[in-house]
């Protein structure tokens, strides 16, 4: 059965950091798109960054610029932030496929999701 289990998310204070983890079991292979994702309250989800399969292209989503870093490695994907602000506050998911979907919401499966708050 395809899972995938976010970790890593927290209180922390406007100009810190978070390094958030999602472990992937179930998929045939190492090879899939796979992303970050994030919705704060009342808003639309939104990508953060995005890896496609084989790696071959990674999409970061302007408000990460310069301040996210997305890595995977075999079975895990990472997302290192830094310089948190209040507005970064949300619930980030992570999300996989077979196919490469980039910076869009159709991916096939799902985490539960790790809350991220950065206080005013």
């Known amino acids: 059965q395809l899972q995938l289990v976010e970790s890593g998310g927290g209180l922390v204070q406007p100009g810190g950091s978070l390094k958030l983890s999602c472990v992937v079991s179930?998929?045939?292979?190492?090879?899939?798109?796979i992303g970050w994702f994030r919705q704060a309250p009342g808003k639309d989800r939104e990508a953060v960054s995005c890896?496609?399969?084989?790696?071959?292209s990674t999409y970061y989503a302007n408000h990460a610029k310069g301040r996210f870093t997305v890595l995977k490695d075999r079975r895990t994907l990472y997302l290192d932030m830094n310089s948190l602000q209040p507005e970064d506050t949300a619930t980030y998911y992570c999300?996989?496929?077979?196919?490469?979907?980039?910076?869009?919401?159709?991916?096939?499966?799902w985490g539960q999701g790790t809350q991220v708050t950065v206080p005013v």
């Open positions: 999300a996989a496929d077979e196919m490469n979907l980039g910076p869009t919401d159709e991916y096939s499966y």
């Open positions: 179930g998929f045939a292979s190492d090879d899939y798109a």
């Open positions: 890896i496609g399969r084989g790696g071959v």
